[in-house]
């Protein structure tokens, strides 16, 4: 029996826990970047991809289809009713948008899987690193507590695997899968694998279903410990930089342009 904390989604980003975005903040950019994170300002892409997350495993009680655009009272009302709701309100297009890439989901099994028993879905879960002493915290947008299976919607412009590739190395994907699972497990919860969902936002809303392999998570747990440390290390000297601000860098003649003057 899962027992987890259903607390909102705003009282779960408002806790102090270390978050897999915060290490993926370190670990991509610096100390100094993570620690200067101002508050998070939402955009129409970002509230497409809520609607999206919600209408897969909330059954989108927690979204408005709103007037055709942004312009007038009408939006202005239609805004201010869903904000004191606490849902999130789309133009009528941008949800239709929304409702065609869930549909394309729910119809995969991944999808189906994320709707249907069994799973908890958008759960808060907490622990404590035992080598750092930091607070940590996740919360999978789908969970499958009796095989150990954690799921996570990503929408996309490209679902092919190259595409997907792409996007891991980008946007962090892999540590957020180790971080999950390290959470989970410390939680005293199985994490046996980490399921990645990504739908395209534009017809035929291609789906594929992507998982990390055992070599290419084993790095990034890696990496997960040496981003942990240096926050804890931080924490207790009170110093967050970049640690390429002190000194002089060498930008070295990439190899491509050396053969290129080799050829000429």
């Known amino acids: 029996m899962i027992t987890a904390d259903k607390m909102s989604n705003a009282q779960y980003h408002a806790t102090e826990a270390i978050s897999s975005s915060a290490v993926k903040a370190v670990h991509g950019k610096s ?5 200067a994170r101002g508050e998070f300002k939402g955009s129409t892409t970002f509230d497409i991809g809520s609607v999206v997350h919600d209408l897969v495993l909330e059954g989108g009680r927690n979204s408005v289809r709103g007037p055709a655009d942004r312009r007038g009272n009408t939006w202005k009302d239609a805004y201010a009713e869903a904000q004191a709701n606490g849902k999130t309100l789309l133009t009528a297009g941008d949800y239709d948008l929304a409702h065609n890439v ?9 999808g189906a899987r994320m709707a249907g028993p069994d799973v908890v879905n958008e759960a808060s879960f907490f622990a404590t690193c035992p080598d750092t002493g930091l607070e940590l915290k996740c919360r999978p947008d789908s969970y499958w507590p009796e095989r150990g299976i954690v799921y996570d919607i990503k929408t996309c412009q490209d679902a092919s695997p190259r595409g997907v590739a792409k996007d891991f190395q980008t946007y962090g994907y892999a540590l957020q899968a180790a ?27 291609a789906i594929s279903a992507n998982e990390l392999s055992p070599e290419y998570l084993a790095w990034a747990d890696g990496q997960v410990d040496q981003t942990l440390m240096r926050i804890a290390e931080a924490n207790l000297v009170n110093r967050f930089d970049t640690g390429w601000s002190d000194g002089v860098n060498t930008i070295e003649l990439p190899r491509w342009l050396q053969a290129d003057d080799f050829n000429n």
Do not use: Q
């Open 31 to 35: 100390l100094a970047h993570w620690k």
């Open 102 to 110: 869930a549909d394309s989901l729910l119809f995969h099994p991944a």
């Open 179 to 205: 971080f999950y699972m390290r959470v989970l497990r410390l939680a005293g919860y199985p994490a046996e694998k980490f399921m990645f969902a990504h739908a395209e936002k534009s017809p035929p809303y």
